[in-house]
């Protein structure tokens, strides 16, 4: 078998989601002969004493948690580079085990829990608390209605658990849906410790851009609200917005850089209704945000590739 971390890492340096995509989530792949590998014959042939030691079983758990905090983990993130260093361990003494299935047993046993903390440190505190905190109740005109942005933000975020991805600068973005209508959704922006940055309302994005569309004008509803308390956010954040806006356009599901290169790209130039507002505005009437507290958006870099947000 080729260890997963050995082979991508060597290709794309600390790019937890890229190697996500090349990493298998499980060694023994459905036990079909030949078992060419010391490794997939323990896994395949160990016979349980109690059903809890299923190896097969275990083998996938590790391997589906492994794939998910490496999309967690972010690129050229602290946690990015630890998590692949545990795991360079994890591999190494899994070779030691040859085909000895109670020592495999052990091993991945230990690896699970050890995902378990990781998983953990990696998933930032958002919780109702910290986004009543940040949205103050406040309210927003939606149309003729004025709509409550902390009821707004939950009702798009109606998912567990949210999808969430570490960015470059050391936040993570979360973000959600409305359950059967993906065409609602929620997003925020918080530091590592759970403070929220920016949250945000999406509408009418999601897979805009199918496979075989290349051009898209944004509907009448199409929207992405912004909101801060820090301008400065903005500035920090935006170019990971930009980029989650792309990946969203497209369902998610783009290998880029990679063979969907062109087509991150094509999203990636869509002109975004993108607006942004200060829930410190001292025009809010009765904590109500309209139009008068709208900022202007930053200029920023685009060097936030849509494929990091691939799921």
Avoid at 152 to 177: H, I, K, S
Avoid at 202 to 214: H, M, N, W
Avoid at 237 to 245: D, V
């Amino acid at each position: 078998i080729t260890f997963s971390w050995s082979a991508s890492a060597a290709d794309t340096p600390f790019n937890c989601p890229a190697i996500a995509a090349q990493t298998p989530e499980s060694y023994a792949r459905s036990c079909k002969p030949p078992l060419t590998t010391p490794l997939r014959d323990a896994i395949c042939n160990y016979k349980p004493r109690v059903w809890l030691d299923d190896l097969r079983m275990l083998d996938t758990t590790v391997g589906v948690s492994y794939v998910r905090d490496l999309r967690a983990a972010g690129a050229g993130t602290p946690q990015c580079k630890a998590l692949l260093e545990s795991h360079k361990t994890y591999e190494k003494e899994l070779q030691g085990c040859g085909n000895n299935g109670d020592c495999v047993l052990k091993v991945m046993g230990n690896w699970s829990r050890t995902l378990a903390d990781i998983e953990d440190r990696l998933r930032p505190p958002l919780d109702e608390a910290a986004l009543k905190k940040f949205a103050g109740g406040i309210k927003f005109q939606d149309g003729q209605q004025t709509v409550s942005l902390l009821k707004r933000l939950e009702q798009g975020m109606d998912l567990y658990p949210l999808p969430q991805m570490a960015l470059p600068n050391g936040n993570v973005l979360v973000w959600g849906f409305q359950p059967h209508n993906a065409q609602v959704q929620s997003l925020a922006v918080v530091d590592r410790q759970g403070a929220v940055q920016l949250l945000g309302i999406v509408d009418g994005l999601y897979l805009a851009l199918p496979s075989g569309k290349t051009r898209w004008e944004p509907g009448k509803d199409a929207r992405i609200a912004l909101f801060v308390r820090d301008p400065a956010a903005l500035s920090q954040n935006l170019s990971a917005i930009h980029a989650w806006a792309a990946a969203d356009v497209l369902g998610f599901n783009q290998d880029c850089p990679g063979k969907d290169q062109a087509r991150c790209q094509a999203a990636a130039q869509i002109p975004l209704p993108i607006q942004a507002y200060t829930l410190n505005c001292k025009a809010a009437n009765g904590k109500i945000i309209h139009q008068h507290c709208a900022i202007p958006l930053p200029q920023v870099p685009d060097n936030v590739s849509p494929g990091l947000f691939w799921q």
